[in-house]
């Protein structure tokens, strides 16, 4: 009888040594484990993400507030000096006063 209740006494002993070593063999610290849930918080992947989009705002409307300068050239090249025609409307409207008055035959023509 003092044997089987040192026999059981002595598996009862491995069963709960080989159970402590199994589980502190997978057992993380405290630290490890705020570590790991941070990483997988969505909520704070969320928060961090609207943070960022709250910082690029913010430039986007330094952007705008801030003065900008445009710069544009261009260069052509004429052979000739360009020529555009235009009509004498002083000769036109002698011509037709004129005209007005050689057709009443109040002046005559030569």
Do not use: W
């Not at 997978?26 to 928060?47: H, P, S, V, Y």
């Not at 705008?64 to 409207?93: E, I, R, T």
């Amino acid at each position: 009888m003092i044997l089987k209740s040192k026999l059981s006494l002595s598996l009862i002993c491995l069963v709960v040594f080989l159970t402590s070593t199994i589980l502190a063999q997978n057992a993380i610290t405290i630290d490890e484990a705020i570590q790991t849930a941070l990483q997988d918080n969505r909520e704070i992947e969320i928060a961090k993400m609207e943070i960022d989009r709250a910082n690029a705002a913010v430039s986007e409307a330094f952007g705008y507030a801030m003065p900008s300068l445009d710069l544009s050239a261009g260069f052509s090249h004429f052979l000739q000096k360009p020529k555009m025609p235009f009509p004498d409307f002083g000769a036109m409207l002698n011509n037709f006063t004129y005209g007005i008055l050689f057709d009443e035959n109040i002046i005559p023509e030569d």
